[in-house]
């Protein structure tokens, strides 16, 4: 075998080495979630002119591991109670390609469903209108094609409203 050709499978190798030990962190270990906060916000109005209040998850990702975390999604998944189905879905990137030290914590992530309730009346009293059924955010953590759950948050009955711009 010629010179050139080891270096060549010898620069393949350690390139698999590289790209198999990015995948190795244990996802359960590394990817904490904290900081939890959830409700329902104020979405605005409708066409029809009806209150839209939207399940709503705030919380911060912090780096369990003894190595630095990078290339995180989160995949969130909005369940109403006693429904077969989800309402909605999203995946946003919680860790960027930017690492997360060990130990430390991203910014705020919030999720927000595009989809929730309609109210015509005032938005306090959704929560004890019939229809209402509690909401549940399933997270998932997904990095290297793997995905791992990561918990379940019942979304509050409390109101967020939205922030005025000027």
């Known amino acids: 075998m010629t ?4 270096l060549v499978r010898a620069t393949l190798c350690a390139a698999l080495v590289a790209t198999s030990s ?5 996802l359960k270990t590394a990817v904490q979630i904290a900081d939890v906060s959830s409700g ?6 409708t066409p029809e002119g009806l209150n839209k209040l939207v ?12 190595t630095p975390l990078s290339s995180v999604d989160m995949v969130a998944l909005f369940w109403q109670a006693g429904k077969d189905a989800e309402m909605d ?5 919680v860790i960027g390609g930017d690492a997360l030290a060990p130990g430390a914590s991203s910014e705020p ?20 209108h019939g229809a209402f059924l509690d909401i549940v955010a399933k997270l998932f953590v997904k990095r290297g094609g793997r ?3 990561a918990g379940e948050y019942k979304i509050d009955r409390k109101l967020l409203l939205s922030a005025s711009t000027k």
């Open 147 to 149: 995905i791992m759950p």
């Open 55 to 66: 399940p709503s998850l705030t919380f911060t990702v912090r780096n369990g591991a003894d």
């Open 40 to 45: 329902y916000y104020d979405a605005g109005l």
């Open 109 to 128: 992530v919030v999720l927000r469903a595009s989809v929730g309730y309609t109210t015509a009346g005032a938005r306090a009293e959704l929560f004890g």
């Open 22 to 26: 990015c995948s190795e962190v244990d």
């Open 3 to 6: 010179h050139r050709l080891l």
């Open 89 to 93: 879905e999203m995946v946003v990137k």
